[in-house]
């Protein structure tokens, strides 16, 4: 997978579309210095051809004696540029027509305008990154949250490719000492120093995959949906949780009348908010529509925040709700600690057991730390502890994980078994060639399109 796409020149604007300070219209391929030279004037005279790679020059985009626009133009020369193929930026004033007129002008020239992702995968198929650099790039542009931030970066320093392209050698040397018993029979060969290594890469790539499912949470975010009764508090708690108003408060019952759902940060993962319309028997058609978009909001939601009002007497709505069996992770929270105590955790516990239990005051935002905290733990197993303890894969990698795992953990089990020397080696290589798909060596043409068609044109 090497050289440039049928040797063609690209381009395309790599800054977002719109108003701004500049505006770059960027080139890679074997044309790409012919083409700005056709183009490019200015007051001294500058042969492009022969200027120093990764110098910026000023002058003006000129199309048959018309100046389009005043520019810097950088020159960067093969092998040292981000596709490994020369690339040449021109800096352009920042705005719709200014960009697009010299990207007009280049195309004119002999480029093609690029394709979703092009650049960046041509400097995976000219074997500049890996397959995961690549995906990391999108991760870095994507990215919700600082820690997002620093994870997708560290990826796209190489940090997991390096660790499949290890496990992948350690596969290899595994494969020839079982390769060695097929061909002589009469060797000494160790099996349980085999069997120990092998067991060594599935932990290996168990802890991979736990990362990888961190990583999912801290990408995509998950889903919390505030429930409870009217007027427990839960308008109140999604403004503490948001560090904003952004609910009405009032003392009325069934203020919210819909759901209202609002993106936060919560230990460095994003959060989907979702607060409620206060589930009771319905009085009208308006109350009895939000008490249906509550409920849609419960099945998409990762996490059941039950709000009840420990200030007050109980309920048959809270005992309800309480009572109720719900198929996914569920808090209940006592709020409004700031008030004279009416219910005691143990009025709770008789109705639900096992389950997480938090006293809080919304109002004085006593007690939102701990349950910022709690969410977390239930919901990652455990609180991200940082940047290496997360990877950020797509789907596609996780799979090949999984695949390369069960490959694994079926030599070890023929291994274990006294299953003849060919068997075994068939599941090694298996688990070898899933380690080079995760490395982008003969991957799937399917996947590559499925990759770089999410970037913007331009990267």
């Not at 027509?97 to 992702?117: I, N, P, Q, T």
């Amino acid at each position: 997978m090497q050289g440039s796409l049928a040797g063609e020149t690209i381009a395309a604007i790599s800054t977002p579309i719109g108003e701004g300070g500049i505006g770059i219209v960027r080139m890679s391929g074997p044309d790409a210095i012919e083409i700005a030279s056709l183009l490019f004037r200015s007051q001294r005279e500058v042969d492009l051809h022969k200027v120093p790679t990764h110098t910026i020059y000023y002058g003006h985009i000129d199309v048959r004696g018309e100046t389009l626009d005043e520019v810097l133009l950088s020159v960067m020369r093969a092998p040292r540029t981000y596709t490994r193929e020369d690339v040449v930026e021109i800096n352009c004033h920042g705005g719709i027509v200014a960009v697009r007129s010299v990207l007009d002008a280049v195309l004119d020239a002999g480029a093609r305008l690029a394709e979703r992702g092009e650049f960046t995968k041509r400097a995976f198929l000219n074997g500049r990154i890996s397959l995961d650099q690549a995906a990391s790039v999108l991760n870095v542009v994507s990215a919700k949250t600082k820690l997002g931030l620093e994870v997708a970066v560290d990826q796209l320093g190489g940090r997991f490719s390096e660790q499949i392209a290890h496990m992948r050698e350690q596969i290899a040397l595994l494969l020839a000492r079982i390769e060695v018993e097929i061909d002589y029979p009469d060797e000494d060969i160790h099996q349980e120093k085999i069997t120990q290594d092998v067991k060594q890469l599935i932990s290996h790539v168990k802890e991979l995959l736990a990362a990888s499912e961190q990583g999912r949470v801290l990408r995509e975010g998950l889903t919390i949906a505030i429930i409870g009764r009217p007027n427990v508090g839960k308008s109140t708690l999604l403004n503490a949780l948001l560090s904003e108003q952004r609910a009405i408060v009032t003392e009325v019952p069934g203020t919210t009348r819909d759901t209202i759902e609002e993106i936060a940060v919560i230990g460095g993962v994003p959060v989907r908010l979702i607060d409620t319309a206060g589930l009771r028997a319905p009085t009208s058609v308006v109350e009895a529509e939000g008490v249906r978009r509550s409920q849609e909001a419960m099945k998409r939601a990762d996490l059941l925040l039950l709000l009840v009002d420990r200030s007050c007497e109980m309920t048959s709505e809270d005992r309800d709700l309480l009572d109720q069996e719900w198929d996914r992770p569920i808090f209940v929270v006592l709020n409004k600690s700031d008030l004279p105590r009416v219910i005691e955790p143990r009025a709770i516990e008789e109705h639900v057991s096992g389950c997480a239990l938090y006293e809080i005051s919304a109002e004085t935002r006593e007690g939102i730390e701990e349950l910022k905290n709690g969410i977390i733990s239930e919901l990652l197993g455990g609180r991200i502890e940082g940047r290496n303890a997360v990877l950020l894969l797509d789907t596609w990698e996780r799979d090949l994980l999984r695949r390369m795992r069960q490959a694994l953990a079926r030599a070890a089990a023929a291994i274990e078994q006294g299953s003849t020397p060919d068997i075994i080696a068939e599941e090694l290589r298996l688990a070898h060639a899933t380690a080079g798909e995760l490395q982008g060596i003969d991957a799937n043409e399917e996947v590559l399109d499925q990759l770089f068609r999410r970037f913007c044109v331009g990267k």
